[in-house]
């Protein structure tokens, strides 16, 4: 089988840019993509966007042909929305469009513009990926949400505050050395524990940031990275997803995530490997409780183990699993519709030796995994050196 090679990607900045709008931010994530494949922008024969929110934060639907405009394509444009897991839902369509022969050069990416609107409209446009009927009219949001997940784990497989607040200090400090990251700033076990409760277990430092920012990757056939001399040494060797109810009350788990599962189980199968090679790992740590129910679905610690993982140093870089090296959601940020594709540009550049923390990550397999809602919809990828 032949896999999409990433030629090239490309990134904002994550943080706060009032001023900016949503093709704005994506012609730089875009255009810097394509400066960094190398690849001749006539050659591009589709882009796949991802967006969550646009309507709500710019009152802009159709965005596809828009950011194609923005990085001056003149090519089918389509949007893809899987609430926080739109542009790893891109991603997955983008290599089975390569890999099935339908275009050998794919632009994907995706961006979010959300701090212009403010934290309450923020929120409640982020509650639209929640049942509206049974959760969002019932004064749900995705803290309370995933509080309510962080307390059955804790109940069904025991826990605590402090090592939901080690997950934390672990991914700000590996977003210290990130210079795309929001939030590069050391913290400690008591700054989260001290810090106001969100909704309890939860609190302002267990929970990411409203961000704004882009991201962008070109991925082009094997036949088209090597006939054009391109240097593309990791490919996208798996790819899965999967679906879970959407209200938490339908669910048969709180403490587990199914969609996680799901999609790894045909991630591994389709890249032909188990979770025992994979060396590190991009996960949707939305919240910090979301990087322990992400690590056990995707087969890295049985049920009830990786709640300590970040307080045994286990999840450093320097550990024996990388988990977030880009500081994750949690401090690099969470522009939600650029996600997914920021994921897979973090270990992209990781695995090519050109990312912060890269001299002391050893591996050449990794997988991102990012999340729609709570993890109602789940994409994983598998990334490989392989050239």
């Known amino acids: 089988m032949s896999h999409p090679r990433v030629a090239g990607v490309g990134l904002t900045h994550f943080g706060e840019h009032p001023e900016r709008t949503g093709r704005d931010l994506f012609a730089d994530a875009g255009l810097a ?32 042909p828009l950011m194609a405009e923005a990085v001056g394509l003149d090519v089918p444009a389509t949007r893809f929305e899987a609430a926080c897991a739109s542009s790893g839902a891109a991603i997955r369509e983008a290599v089975k469009t390569v890999r099935n022969g339908e275009a050998d050069v794919v632009l994907v990416g995706g961006a979010e513009r959300m701090t212009n609107i403010g934290t309450p409209a923020a929120t409640d446009a982020l509650s639209i990926a929640a049942d509206d009927l049974y959760e969002i009219r019932s004064g749900m949001t995705f803290p309370g949400a995933y509080a309510l997940m962080a307390r059955s784990y804790f109940r069904e497989y025991g826990g605590s505050r402090e090592d939901l607040a080690a997950i934390a200090v672990k991914n700000h400090e590996h977003a210290l050395e990130n210079e795309y990251a929001q939030l590069r700033t050391e913290i400690t076990v008591e700054d ?78 389709d890249a032909g490997i188990g979770p025992d090679d994979v060396d590190v790992l991009e996960v949707h740590d939305c919240f910090t409780i979301a990087e322990v129910l992400a690590l056990e679905a995707l087969g890295m610690y049985e049920y009830g183990e990786a709640i300590a993982a970040a307080r045994n140093g286990e999840t450093y870089c320097t550990g024996k699993l990388p988990v977030n090296v880009s500081g994750g959601l ?35 397999t990794a997988v991102a995994h990012n999340a729609g809602g709570t993890v109602a919809s789940a994409t994983v990828h598998v990334l490989e050196v392989v050239a």
Not at 38 to 63: K, W
């Open 33 to 64: 993509a394509l400066d960094d494949s190398g690849v001749d922008p006539d050659d591009v024969e589709s882009l796949f966007y991802g967006n969550f929110m646009g309507e709500l934060a710019e009152h802009q639907g159709h965005q596809g």
């Open 192 to 269: 989260v524990l001290d810090a106001p409760t969100i909704a309890a277990p939860l609190g302002l430092y267990d929970s990411c940031p409203i961000t704004d920012g882009a991201s962008a990757l070109v991925l082009t056939s094997e036949d088209y990275a090597e006939n054009h001399g391109l240097d593309a040494s990791v490919g996208i060797t798996g790819t899965g997803q999967g679906g879970d109810n959407l209200a938490l009350h339908d669910r048969e788990y709180l403490a587990r995530s199914p969609a996680t599962a799901e999609a790894a189980e045909e991630a591994y199968d």
């Open 330 to 364: 949690k401090a690099k940020g969470h522009p939600v519709g650029a996600t997914g594709v920021a994921q897979v540009v973090a270990l992209t550049e990781l695995l090519e030796g050109r990312f912060p923390h890269a001299d002391e990550v050893d591996g050449e």
